[in-house]
């Protein structure tokens, strides 16, 4: 037996158009998931006696030849996610050993010939992701008695589904989804006994009255996934689902027009993971029995006209994660006993009619990440335990009848990105501790008793975006820094006591009286008598250190503020002398040690090599900016140890390595949501050090091995030994130094022009291999072909050739979703590379953009 099986081997070129001259006795060619590109050659009908022919993902233009029907000992045919395009020719419908026949993915037009519809041996036929049109044929299913797999989704189809269906009586996965299907679904389909997988998403299909079809699907035993969601059914939800077999994990049913209650027999789907039920017409209660659902991740019944009271057997739902009860009318409280349904990740109970208190046992949920019961009847105080929420990054309580002072503890949620408490009656002073909140992007708490001033802390979250303490009862004046010098009146109406600057359309500050202009003046001469003995102290600890230098076997400790000294003894202990079982990586100037200290604490060691022409500089460099940086997302240093023979930085351990480790890892992998996240990590370090001091900082060499991940998987970015500080008022520099090949602006690279833009464009390089797992160095990026060339080709309909394919997987019910959120990225990413550097959009807002791309994804996925 001939074969030639190399898939996943960066091939390019071309086919040989004389392959099968060369090998006529060929029976599997095995192709895909390369980089071949140009036509199919016709002349592969020669090889007669073929029977697997895989050319799957690469890049293949034109049609499919009509002489690979001269192929009949051929069984598989792959040609999935290419470029092909025109009409399926009729004759493959010749070729009658063939079982599957995968074209899904491409730009394939017009109709499909009825002699695919009557292949008797065909088991596998993917037609989804295409252009196609025209109806089905209405006897589907008697030509193919050995159809095992059938997949037409995203495509143009219209017409009814014929009840013949079940004639393909081997069906275990069928496709239908985001087509113009009409008419009922087809109440045979619960013949088919051996179904698994169901998807009627996003059509025009009817029902009867009595969802006469969902009924009849109780009959599949083996049903894992039933999707009918989008739909016009406008039936009455059946209490016969509770007669699906445990098989059945995924149910959703959004947006079908449901009518009735919620039947006591969904109990019985002890195997659903996910039930989605969203934004239909359900009235009535949710009944007890729902605590049989034992299995239950993700439990969504918003919008629809749902009443009573949130039954507390909801809590035995141990494996619960996602609940949206969101716009219905339930009353009653929030049910103390949801603190101990710890994997609890978002709770959404937004617009209902709860009352009574919000139960201090909520502060449990460690994990929650978003947490919202606006617009309910909900009182008493706010309880401190939510401060416990460390995982939050958004919280709601808007629009309640809360009362009582903010509590101090919300100081602790460093990851809240959104916080409202308006349209509640809380009084007292907005907490200054508010400033330690740094990832705050929004916070309203407009609508309130609020008094006393404005915390000048707030200057401190230089990522808020949206602040509204409109009409409350504040005084004293305006502060103007940080998120204060864009904000405008409409954030400080109906303060009647306020007063700053005119732009806020408030009265001017003003000195009341003599005896307070004499307590400032001999405030300030006490500051400036306060600041020369420190001049004086700090220029006799710098000649006291010059001194120190001249023992040169003695290393010099140099620690953050409050870090116990680290001499070269212990740095040597710690690291078992420097030992390469320790290494964690290598750098042009440097080498990182993993270390522990005696007390346990780890931590990594930057060894610089001072051989090198450059450490110095670099170790110098690195030390200046570090010492200045705080930032969640910024390499922490502990400590530097130097002498004229040693030189080492201290780093925060990061257990789980860098971001081009998990890209590059056979046995390691990121998902979308993971991904996401680091670069929005990486942006928003980024947004700091352009924009967070009167100087910017070019960080210079951003690449995936420069971002570290910790514990959490949050993103660092690192290794600033070239890193560039802008003089005021300087829009750019001029360097020697070179960064990572691939990553670096067209300017940095020919004339050495250093400015925030580089940084930019070298963040969007960033986003590319992060979503496509390719290095811009891979060796496919020959002459005038660069990763931003490649991506730019594909954008916007072939961006699904680019992107790594484990991240987007075909069948998937989020697969619409992910390729969205993977175009905006790769839109953005784009825009951040443009040729010319003042056509580059700002760091700041490329962080806005992704933090709305993933807003917009979770939103898809609900």
Known sequence: MQVIALTSNNLTGKLPTTICDHLPNLEMLYLSTNYLEGVIPPNIGKCRKLQFLSLSVNEFIGTIPRELANLTALRILELREQHLEGEIPVELGNLRKLRALLLYQNMFTGTVPSSIFNMSELQHLGLGGNELTGTLPSDLGRGMPSLEEFSCAQ?????????????????????????????????????????????????????????????????????????????????????SVGNFSNSLQSFVGQDCQLKGVIPEEIGNLTGVTKMSLSNNELTGHIPNTIQGMLSLQELYLQNNKLEGTIPDVICNLKKLGALNLSRNQFAGSVPPCLGKVTNLRNINLAYNRLNSSLPAALGDLHDLIEFNVSSNLLGGQIPMEIGNLNAATLIDLSKNDFFGKIPITLRSLDKLTKLSLAHNRLDGP????????????????????????????????????????????????????????????QSFLSNDALCGDSKFHVSPCVIKSTKTKKAILALYTLLGVGLLFLALAFAYVYLRMRMLKKNAGQAEVFPVKGHERISYYELEQATEGFNESNLLGNGSFSTVYKGTLKDGTPLAAK?????????????????????????????????????????????EYMPNGTLDKWLYSHNLFLNLFQRLDIIIDVASAMDYLHNGFLAPMVHSDLKPSNVLLDQEMVGHVTDFGIAKLLGAGEVFIQTGTIATLGYIAPEYGQHGIVSTSCDVYSFGILMMETFTRMRPSDEIFTGDLTIRRWVSDSFPSRIHKVVDANLVQPGNDQTDAKLQCVLSIMKLALSCTLVAPDARISMGDALSALRMIRLEFVSSLH
């Open 607 to 651: 060894v610089f090599n001072v051989q090198l022409e450059g450490a110095f500089k670099s170790f110098d460099t690195e030390c200046e900016m570090l010492r200045n940086l705080r930032h969640r997302n910024l390499t922490k240093i502990i400590t530097s140890c130097s002498n004229l023979d040693f030189k080492a930085l201290v780093l």
């Open 430 to 489: 907005i907490p200054d501790s508010f400033g330690k909140m740094l990832a705050l992007e929004f916070l309203d708490l407009s609508y309130n008793n609020l008094s006393g001033e404005i915390p000048k802390s707030l200057e401190a979250l230089v990522y808020l975006k949206y602040l509204n303490i409109s009409f409350n009862e504040l005084s004293g004046e305006i502060p103007t820094g940080g998120p204060f010098t864009n904000a405008t009146d």
């Open 155 to 239: 495509n143009h189809f219209s017409g009814f589904v014929s009840a013949t269906i079940s004639n393909s009586s081997r069906l275990t996965g069928l496709e239908l989804s985001f087509n113009s299907f009409t008419g009922p679904i087809p109440k045979s389909l619960g013949n088919l006994k051996y179904l698994e997988f169901l998807n009627l998403w996003g059509n025009n299909f009817s029902s009867d009255s009595s969802m006469s079809f969902l009924i009849s699907l109780t009959d599949c035993r083996n049903l894992k996934v039933l999707w009918f969601a989008d739909n016009p059914l406008g039936g009455v939800f059946p209490s």
